[in-house]
C-alpha cells in the first residue's frame, strides 16, 4: 500500500486548495470592496483561524495515531464519536460544496477564455462535466491524482510570477484604504474569502495515506498555511497599487488582464481550481469512509475497493452532494455555505485541543503549543460566524445539535477514552478542592451527601426514591448492597464493586457491593471509612430495625454511628399504604427536638421540590405541655420556618391537661398521613430495646415514617417555651 511523505501527502493538495479559485476569482472583488487596510483585515482574521485551527490540529495529531478520517478522526477520539460524528458530517458535506465551489469558479473561467456562455447553467453545464472527469480520475488512482498537482503547483508558481510581472492599464489614481459606501459589506467579504484559508485541511484529510501522519501533518500544515498567507498579502497589495478599487469590484478575472503572459494566469486558475476541487474528491469520501467503519454513518460508505480500499461508494456520495453545489451555480453562494460548515468545524477543532491541554493528563503532544491559542481559536470562529450570518449559525448549530443527539441516542462506542471523562475529572478535582477548603460549621443549609442501605426487599424502590427526594437536586446518594459471606475472604474486585443497574440509574443513585462477614460491623466499617474529601457523606440512611431491639450487635453500630456524629434517617415503610397519595407530610416536634427540628425543615423543603410530592401539604405540630401561650408559640415557630422558606401549616396541641404521651398524640393525628417525620431524642443505648418496641407500636397506627436523628453541626432551634408561659 503506497504511503505518502509530508511534501506530497499535506503540504501540496493544502496549497494547491489555499491559492485556488478565491485568489484568481474573487481576491481582486474583496480589494476593491474593503480597500487595502480592509482587505488586509480579513485575510489576517481568516488566517488568524486558520493559523490556531491549523496549530490545535497539529498539537492534537501528534498526540494521538492519527488514522483515516482526519480532523474527523481527531474530534471522534479526543471528544468522542457523538461530537466528532456531527462534526465529521457537516465537515464532510462542506467539502463536497468546496468542490462545487471550485469547479463552478472554473467554469466562469473556462467558459470566459474559450468564449462559451456565460449564464448559470452554462456553468452548472461546464461544472458537472469538470466533476465527472475528475472523480474518474481519482477512481482509477489516487496515485496519479496526487503525482498531478506537482504539474498544477507548477503552473500556479509560474502565473503568479506573470501576474507580478504584468502591466495594468487601471492604474488607480488614489488607493482606497477601507470600504466605500456603495461597496458591499465586510462581512459578505470576509464570507466569500474564508473558503480561501479552508484549505489546510485537504491535507489532513489524507491522515490515512501518509507514511508518518505525526510528523507530516504539523510541517505541512503550517507550511501551507504560512505560504498562502505571505501570497494573499503580497498579492492584495499589488492589485491595490496597480488597479482601480471600481474595476476591481466589477472584473472577476483581472489577473488575467494584467498578467504578463495571460494563457499561464488561465493555466494557474484551471489547475488550482481542479486540483482544489481533486482534493475535495480524495478528502471527503475518505471522512465518510472513517466515519462509516466507526458505524457514524450508512456501513455502505466504508466499503473500499482494491489494496488502498479506495472509498468508491463514499466518492460516489460525495459526488451526488457536490452535483448539487454545482446546481446552485452562484459562486459566491456556495462560499458561504462553505464558510458555516468549516468555521463550525474550526471552532470544535479549536476547543478540543483545549480540553485537552487543559483535562486530560495524558495529553503529551510532541508538538507544544499554549493552551489559550486553542480558546482563542474558538471564540474567533464563533465570533466570526455570528457577525457573519446569525440566523445560518443557528441553523448550522441547530443541524449539528441534531446529529450530535442522534449519534448520542444510537450510542456508538469507540474503543479509546473521549476528553470529556478527563474535563469531568478536572472539574471535579477542582471543585473538591474549593469545597474542602471552606469549613463549615453549621449545617444550615444542608447538601445531603446519603449512604444508604436498602436491603433486597420488595419495596426497596420505595425507600431508594424517598432517599433520593430527601436528597434534593445536588446532593448525593450511595446505596450499598451488603453481602453476606463468612467463609469466602476473597472481596469484590473494585470493578465488580460498581453495580450499574436501571433503577439506581434511572434515580441518579451510585451502587456498590460489599462482601462482609457481619452486617452490622459492614455498616460501621462503611460509615468509618467511605468518602473523600470535599464530599464526606454526613447522612446515613436504612430500614427500621424490627426485631432487632435486643441485639447488642445493632446497639454497638447505633452507638458508632451516633459517634461518628452522622445525620440517621430510619424509614419504616407501610407495605398497604405505601406513600398514599404523595399530599401529606407532618413534622412532630417537641421541646427536645432543637436540632432535630431544623433537619425535617431541611427535608421538607426538598420534599415539596420533588415532582411527586410537589402539591404536598406541610404540616408542623408541637405538643404543649406546659400551657403556653399558643399565640406565642405560632409566632416564633412561625418565624423559624420563615427563615427556611417553607410554607407549612401550625398545628399547636395542648397537653397540659391531659398529660398523654407523645406517641398517643401522634397516633390520633396522623392516622392518615401519606409520611410522618418525628425525631429520634436523647436516649442511653441500654434503652435501645424499650425505644424500638415503643415506635413499632407506633408504626402499626399510622403509615409510613421516617425517625430523624440530626448531627450536632445542625442549629439549634429553641423550643423550649416553658419560660415563657401565659
Not at 470600504?179 to 480561501?196: G, H, I, Q, R
Not at 460508505?301 to 480500499?309: L, S
Not at 441553523?395 to 476528553?419: C, H, P, R, T, W
Not at 427563615?643 to 407549612?648: E, M, P
Request: glycine share 8%.
Amino acid at each position: 500500500m503506497q504511503k505518502f511523505g509530508t511534501f506530497s501527502g499535506v503540504f501540496t493538495p493544502s496549497i494547491l486548495t489555499i491559492v485556488g479559485v478565491i485568489m484568481y476569482m474573487r481576491l481582486g472583488w474583496v480589494v476593491g470592496n474593503a480597500g487595502l487596510i480592509g482587505a488586509i483585515g480579513i485575510i489576517v482574521l481568516a488566517h488568524l483561524i486558520a493559523v490556531t485551527t491549523g496549530l490545535s490540529v497539529s498539537s492534537v495529531a501528534t498526540d494521538k495515531k492519527i488514522g483515516a478520517g482526519g480532523i474527523y478522526h481527531v474530534l471522534s477520539r479526543s471528544m468522542g464519536i457523538p461530537i466528532g460524528g456531527s462534526i465529521g458530517i457537516a465537515l464532510s458535506i462542506g467539502t463536497a460544496f468546496s468542490i462545487a465551489l471550485y469547479l463552478i469558479g472554473f467554469a466562469e473561467s473556462f467558459n470566459a477564455f474559450f468564449g462559451f456562455g456565460m449564464s448559470i447553467n452554462d456553468f452548472r453545464l461546464t461544472g458537472t462535466l469538470a466533476l465527472i472527469a475528475l472523480t474518474l480520475l481519482a477512481l482509477i488512482s489516487t496515485s496519479v491524482a496526487l503525482k498531478s498537482q506537482y504539474i498544477i503547483l507548477a503552473a500556479i508558481i509560474i502565473s503568479l510570477v506573470s501576474v507580478f510581472f504584468g502591466a495594468s492599464e487601471f492604474t488607480p489614481n488614489s488607493i482606497p484604504l477601507f470600504s466605500t459606501m456603495d461597496a458591499v459589506p465586510l462581512e459578505v467579504v470576509f464570507a466569500v474569502f474564508f473558503p480561501a484559508v479552508t484549505g489546510f485541511t485537504a491535507g489532513i484529510a489524507m491522515s490515512g495515506d501518509l507514511k508518518d501522519p505525526k510528523k507530516s501533518i504539523p510541517s505541512g500544515t503550517l507550511f501551507a498555511i504560512g505560504g498562502g498567507l505571505l501570497i494573499y498579502l503580497a498579492l492584495a497589495v499589488f492589485l491595490a497599487v496597480t488597479v482601480d478599487s471600481e474595476v476591481l469590484k466589477t472584473e472577476y478575472n483581472i489577473l488575467m488582464k494584467i498578467a504578463l503572459f495571460a494563457p499561464a494566469v488561465v493555466a494557474g486558475i484551471w489547475g488550482a481550481t481542479l486540483s482544489s476541487a481533486l482534493g475535495g474528491i480524495l478528502g471527503g469520501p475518505r471522512i465518510i469512509q472513517a466515519m462509516s467503519i466507526d458505524k457514524v454513518t450508512p456501513k455502505l460508505f466504508g466499503f473500499g475497493k482494491g489494496k488502498n480500499k479506495e472509498p468508491v461508494n463514499a466518492m460516489l456520495l460525495v459526488f451526488i452532494i457536490a452535483e448539487a453545489g454545482i446546481l446552485i451555480g452562484e459562486l459566491d453562494i456556495i462560499a458561504r455555505v462553505v464558510s458555516m460548515f468549516y468555521l463550525t468545524a474550526y471552532g470544535f477543532i479549536n476547543i478540543s485541543f483545549f480540553l485537552e491541554s487543559w483535562a486530560n493528563p495524558d495529553f503529551q503532544p510532541t508538538f507544544k503549543i499554549k493552551r489559550w491559542i486553542g480558546l482563542l481559536g474558538f471564540i474567533a470562529c464563533f465570533t466570526v460566524m455570528f457577525k457573519l450570518d446569525m440566523f445560518a449559525m443557528l441553523a448550522a448549530l441547530a443541524v449539528i445539535g441534531a446529529l450530535y443527539f442522534g449519534l448520542q441516542k444510537k450510542e456508538v462506542q469507540l474503543q479509546s477514552n473521549d476528553v470529556w471523562r478527563s474535563v469531568w475529572e478536572n472539574v471535579v478535582n477542582k471543585g473538591l478542592k474549593r469545597i474542602d477548603a471552606r469549613v463549615v460549621n453549621i449545617d444550615s443549609n444542608w447538601n445531603p451527601n446519603v449512604i444508604l442501605f436498602s436491603g433486597q426487599s420488595t419495596h426497596q424502590s420505595y425507600l431508594l426514591e424517598l432517599a433520593k427526594t430527601i436528597s434534593g437536586r445536588t446532593g448525593i446518594v450511595t446505596n450499598f448492597k451488603l453481602i453476606l459471606d463468612k467463609n469466602n475472604h476473597r472481596p469484590f474486585k473494585k470493578t465488580e464493586q460498581v453495580i450499574r443497574d436501571d433503577n439506581f440509574k434511572d434515580l441518579g443513585i451510585f451502587a456498590r457491593q460489599i462482601k462482609v462477614d457481619n452486617i452490622y460491623k459492614g455498616i460501621t466499617n462503611i460509615a468509618t471509612t467511605f468518602g473523600f474529601s470535599g464530599v464526606e457523606p454526613n447522612t446515613i440512611m436504612m430500614g427500621w430495625p424490627k426485631g432487632l431491639e435486643s441485639s447488642e450487635e445493632y446497639a454497638e453500630m447505633t452507638q458508632t454511628l451516633l459517634y461518628l456524629d452522622y445525620n440517621l434517617l430510619y424509614l419504616d415503610f407501610d407495605r398497604k399504604t405505601k406513600f398514599g397519595n404523595y399530599h401529606t407530610v407532618d413534622l412532630w416536634w417537641r421541646e427536645t427536638d432543637s436540632k432535630n427540628a431544623e433537619m425535617m425543615l431541611n427535608i421538607a423543603r426538598f420534599i415539596i421540590a420533588s415532582p411527586k410530592w410537589n402539591n404536598t401539604n406541610i404540616r408542623v405540630l408541637f405538643v404543649n405541655n406546659n400551657n403556653v401561650n399558643k399565640a406565642l408559640i405560632n409566632s416564633k415557630i412561625s418565624k423559624l420556618v420563615e427563615d427556611l422558606r417553607v410554607n407549612v401549616e401550625i398545628i399547636i396541641i395542648n397537653n397540659a391537661v391531659e398529660q398523654e404521651s407523645f406517641y398517643t398524640i401522634i397516633k390520633q393525628h396522623s392516622k392518615t398521613t401519606d409520611l410522618t417525620l418525628v425525631g429520634i431524642p436523647n436516649f442511653k443505648i441500654e434503652k435501645q430495646a424499650e425505644f424500638i418496641l415503643k415506635n413499632n407500636q407506633l408504626f402499626e397506627t399510622i403509615g409510613s415514617t421516617l425517625l430523624v436523628k440530626a448531627a450536632n453541626n445542625f442549629n439549634v432551634l429553641d423550643l423550649n417555651f416553658s419560660k415563657e408561659k401565659a
